[in-house]
């Protein structure tokens, strides 16, 4: 089972995603969320389709929302009931799956 992160995972993996990757903070819950746009629905898509690949290995699945060209994602992690290392490790993943997209 996944623990949720220590205060010092939180300092060392989840504070560099917030503040130079652009991930935020999840009001009322322990969830980070970030939103991409990209140029339209098929590449939008094809993102979604690697990220789902690799949620899949990991058995980790995340909460998302897509209209057209963007895609709207949250990390948190069932099992613990907040955020885990399964989270960090994923929304790196996502970063580099969506390096052509403009991250929000």
């Not at 969830?31 to 980790?60: P, Y």
Request: hydrophobic share 45%.
């Amino acid at each position: 089972m996944a623990k949720l992160l220590t205060s010092e995972e939180r300092a060392s993996k989840l504070q560099p995603l917030i503040k130079a990757g652009g991930w935020a903070l999840v009001d009322g819950r322990d969830a980070m969320a970030k939103s991409f746009v990209f140029a339209d629905f098929v590449q939008a898509f094809a993102f979604m389709t690697s990220v789902a690949l690799k949620a899949e290995k990991m058995d980790h699945h995340p909460e998302w929302f897509n209209v057209y060209n963007r895609v709207d994602i949250t990390l948190s992690t069932h099992d613990c009931q907040g955020l885990s290392s399964r989270d960090v490790a994923l929304a790196e993943f996502i970063d580099q799956a969506a390096s052509p997209a403009k991250q929000h």
